[in-house]
């Protein structure tokens, strides 16, 4: 597909993409928001994706949070949509949001933390499975310093990765942390030289290639969907999901290719067999 607000590209299994509005602190207007949801239903058609690189254009911001003027813009049309005689009205089935999006993908995302991630920047990484933070960069949730709060998940995701204690002094307070603070509280998972970011980025979604889609896809789901069970509830989860993951044939490759790259998981299939 041919997108405006952002870019696709995939090349040796991952996808690359990238918020591409420099000029507008990589902010997201209601046309970024959808073009994210249709890349990662792109992703999900194609079976080439195995990892997705998230990160922004430009060297300052990955995403500066909400466009609001645009929000503004759009909700003073569809109020004077709403009241003309005959107007066809917007429509307002609901459709996934693009926080779901990346959260639900088969596939792993990994955001690369360019530049300020900041309110719906900051909670786009927390929507990702992994985050790389460059050590120039800042995030935070600023919501509150202008009587809101965060909407994209960030009260409900925040406090599952960092804790309450962490997750309350970030939003209550409004103010931005440091990458080496982010790495301390455990909300990113590495934080890199600026210029080595998105190869640091490969050389993670490269492992992730090697391994078997079906189980990363399973692995995936499991995880974020046993934090909203009790342990015997997912306890239970686990071992249905694991059980149907894949098939005897599935399982077969991926066992191949390990006995194939390590000469220990050569010796325990072969003796199996």
Do not use: W
Not at 147 to 171: D, H, Y
């Amino acid at each position: 597909m041919k997108y405006e607000t952002i870019t696709l590209e995939r090349k040796d299994g991952i996808g690359y993409l990238t918020l591409n509005r420099p000029e507008r602190a990589n902010t997201i207007s209601f046309q970024l928001a959808n073009e994210v949801v249709s890349a990662m239903d792109e992703v999900e058609g194609d079976s080439e994706y195995r990892v997705v690189i998230l990160t922004g254009a430009g060297e300052r911001h990955f995403c500066g949070g909400a466009d609001l003027r645009d929000f503004a813009r759009r909700a003073s049309q569809s109020r004077n949509t709403d009241t003309q005689p005959g107007a066809n009205k917007p429509d307002r089935a609901a459709r996934r949001d693009m926080f779901s999006a990346l959260e639900e993908s088969r596939v792993p995302v990994i955001a690369a933390i360019n530049g300020a991630a900041m309110g719906g920047g900051c909670e786009l990484a927390l929507a990702c499975d992994l985050r790389v933070i460059a050590d120039t960069a800042t995030i935070g949730l600023p919501e509150i310093r202008f009587g809101a709060l965060p909407a994209g998940g960030g009260t409900q995701r925040l406090p599952r990765l960092v804790g309450p204690g962490v997750a309350k002094e970030m939003i209550l307070s409004g103010l931005p942390i440091t990458p080496q603070e982010a790495f301390r509280v455990g909300l990113v998972n590495r934080v890199v030289p600026a210029v080595e970011l998105i190869a640091q980025c490969e050389a993670i979604a490269r492992v992730y290639i090697d391994r078997a889609a079906y189980a990363l896809k399973t692995a995936k789901a499991l995880i974020n969907r046993g934090l909203e069970l009790p342990l015997k509830e997912g306890l239970a989860l686990e071992r249905r999901m694991i059980a149907e993951m894949a098939t005897p044939e599935e399982r077969r490759k991926a066992q191949e290719q390990a006995a194939a790259t390590q000469k220990t998981y050569a010796r325990i299939f072969n003796d199996r067999s």
